[in-house]
């Protein structure tokens, strides 16, 4: 990808996208990425982030990193709802506020959450072995053993708790 020219951002256009709420966050209006949800603008014949277009407007420095939202809402561009961190930031960022594809949301899920109850269930309940309840779900032994240990789908104790 060719290096962005930030300073060819149009101001007036991008302030012309923008709508400040009540809630204090700036929702862009123009366009957005089709598949993130976030805000869209060209710059110089390429797409970037509005809310990246807004880092650069208000501090005068292009985003060497990732620009995170603090209130979590793709579409604000305010820059005090955005600040600057790095690509391991924004995965903890994502994992904290289980925005990620976890559980049953992810595109390998096997499982659902009420699966995971009964296999504890049967576990812990009915005393059936772990590889039988793994052929039962079609899932292996170790999966099994890491659901009854709490090592995986953790995030059913923290939705419960």
């Given at each position: ?27 862009w ?26 880092w ?106």
């Open positions: 990808m060719a290096k962005i020219a930030w300073n060819k951002i149009d101001a007036a256009k991008f302030w012309k996208r923008v709508k400040k709420s009540s809630s204090g966050c700036w929702e209006t123009g366009a957005v990425f089709a598949k993130s949800g976030y805000g869209q603008l060209t710059v110089a014949g390429w797409p970037v982030g509005a809310h990246r277009a807004s650069f407007l208000h501090t005068g420095k292009p985003p060497v990193k990732c620009v995170l939202h603090a209130c979590d809402n793709r579409l604000c561009v305010n820059p005090k709802h955005l600040f600057s961190g790095s690509k391991g930031d924004n995965n903890r960022d994502t994992v904290a506020k289980f925005r990620h594809r976890y559980g049953s949301k992810h595109w390998k899920a096997v499982l659902t959450a009420q699966d995971i109850a009964d296999i504890k269930y049967r576990y812990y309940a009915c005393g059936e072995l772990q590889r039988e309840i793994g052929e039962f779900y079609g899932v292996g032994q170790p999966h099994i053993s890491s659901i009854v240990r709490n090592k995986a789908w953790t995030h059913l104790e923290k939705l419960s708790g």
